[in-house]
């Protein structure tokens, strides 16, 4: 699991009409190769909560609004192994998450405005045999408490 801060261009005239930022290069070294690129929108309150996948990495960017990410680490041969890491992204709060295989992701939207989520993945969506395990948002074996979250 890896967060990488992004900061947009610091010139003061771009910054009083708006930014530009990078968000992902080819010459980057986040993903292993390129699958596909989505985009998603959640509301306020809303909780996506949990997935994993076998095959595929993951890389979240979230462009507006705010969410609250949680990771859990299911990888037995991993070091953080049943280890909770808790990240929040989103407007002023640039990010890029790493998401690697083995590690249940979800989220909650905690801004009034939705989120507005891109994620690249390494595999592309295959619809007659999806690489996406389901795992209960309030799942004891996780043990993560959503509404602590404001």
Not at 39 to 52: Q, R
Not at 70 to 88: I, Y
Not at 115 to 132: A, G, R
């Amino acid at each position: 699991m890896a967060v990488h801060q992004d900061i947009p261009d610091a010139d003061e005239n771009v910054a009083k009409s708006g930014f530009l930022m990078e968000v992902l290069r080819d010459d980057d070294d986040l993903l292993r190769k390129f699958g596909q690129s989505t985009f998603t929108v959640a509301y306020k309150d809303t909780i996506k909560a949990f997935h994993w996948h076998k095959k595929q990495d993951d890389l979240w960017f979230v462009a507006s609004g705010k969410a609250y990410i949680v990771l859990h680490d299911l990888r037995q041969e991993s070091s953080t192994c049943g280890t909770t890491e808790t990240v929040t992204a989103g407007e002023g709060d640039y990010k890029l998450i790493v998401i690697p295989v083995g590690v249940a992701h979800g989220y909650k939207v905690v801004s009034e405005e939705p989120v507005l989520l891109f994620y690249h993945t390494t595999e592309s969506y295959d619809q007659d045999n999806p690489d996406e395990e389901r795992i209960p948002y309030n799942d004891p074996a996780i043990g993560f408490d959503w509404g602590s979250i404001a």
